[in-house]
């Protein structure tokens, strides 16, 4: 456990030494402040966050893989890896450390928007629960995300194709979610339905938490991470 | 400390190890000694537990690096080669990290990395980040974080690698420095660099060790059959005797051979002489009196007889270009470089 926050820790810190860490939560800030300020803010709206949810929804495909795509890959290029794994410390707590440490970098970005929550409540009266299933549901999109982003890292020394695989992945399915109903046989578009999560974060933004999409969520996220740990420890007995 | 028991490793396509055994007891500096490409890394990286060996098995400290891997790691520092180090990090920050990984509590933190600062010289340079400071440095710093939590056992891949001379000179004193309390594993291609700072030698080629011992026993095991080198004056027409057959003679002697004398010699003064090599068989001690006393008996005159003295460079290189030999007449296809 002590490893695994070590590892975290540093993972997490590394985020913000590097100029990298601070254009991508600058950007994201940005935008966010951008739709707050020209769809959400505007009279005549309802008290609603469903323009931003709905925006951070489309720039997780992006943010996430960005977020992620160094974890590994830096580590494998750079020869890090080999200090780190000849450390006292399992390839589990070395995995669930750096995905931690990139959740985490996802909450900080987030934490600066909940000044628009609270911009919002002073002008009207938001529907709180929509709120809070709103964030909900970014934050388990993200997680899902950074957790597929972090086994493309331990698969690849190359950042660009860390960032790139995840992307085109969740891209395709969104694209194979949309056509499923109508080009596919029933079972395969009942598959494509289950396993994307596009369909399933719609939900959070009307306000509604069904624990079937949470646990799907959660399940992926293990399943993502469980796969990266086999992967590294594959990696040793190649 | 270190007990390396018919290890070897293969990969899809070639084979880095080939039952590799060996020993490191306890307080001694040990040189893996090889060419680019013997096995060295490979061989390191199992004692580390970085990977596990496809056959045999490695234990240091009574640890097994694969069935009691976390164990085994703890009891070890290791610089990697090249010295792998998070370049956005400074020194103490770096070595904080690296006491953090190995369950250092924050005294003894502290405590480690004031004592490596000192004993690395990086006490200037503390503050800074690692990306800015010279790769003799960085070897440096790896060092320290090696030896931050006080471990047994010390792994050293090529850790004077890229340094300029006076950096090796200082790396060498400390590893002869770390060796009072420490067991040293180290890795090296440079040959003096062994010699200099190891108790002991692994030579390796090929994935296998090829010999072990400490320098001297080496190159006395290089020396016994070392050959005399004997230059005779050359014979007039087909008068006098024969120096192949009157050295081939001698009890002790297992071949005779003649060289080219190097073209020296003032006023072609090389010319009216020759030089035979009279290879000795094992262990038949020292033959030069022998040897003057059947050329005296035979007439011949001899203007020089001597042995040459053996060095651990030629021990290497002889079973460096044997292995080669051996390798083109029997390696299979599919050998290829190894790690």
Redesign the interface.
Known sequence: M??TI??M??EYA?YF??AAGWVVMALFLVLAGAVFRYFVLQPGQPASMRPFFAMTWGVLLFLAPAISMKTFSEELR???I?????????ETGVVVGKYLAAVLYLCTMLAPTLVYAAVLSGLSAPDYGAMVAGYLGVLLLGMLYLAAGVLASAATQSQPLAFLGPLFGFLALEVLRSVAVSRFPRWAADVVLAVAPGLRIQDFAKGVIDTRHVVFFLAGTAWFLAATTLLVQA???? | MIQARNVSKSYARFTALRGVSFDVPSGQVVGLLGPNGAGKTTTIRIVTGFFPPTGGNVSVCGFDTVEQSIHARRSIGYLPEAAPLYPEMSVEGYLDYRGRLMQMDRAARLRGAGRCMDRCHLRDVAGKRIGQLSKGYKQRVGLAAAMLHNPQVLVLDEPVSGLDPAQIRETRKLMRELASDHTVLVSSHILPEVELTCDRVIIMARGRVRADGTPSELVGRMSSEAPYLIEVRKRTGVSGAQPAVVFGGVPGVAAVRRETIPEEGEGGANQFWERWAVVPQPRAGDLRETLARAAGESALVVRELHREGATLEQLFLRLIEEDDGGATAAAPSGEGPSR
């Open positions: 002590t490893g070590t590892v820790r540093r590394s030494r590097t750079t020869g890090t080999e200090p780190l794994l000849t450390a006292p410390v399992s990696r040793r007995w190649r």
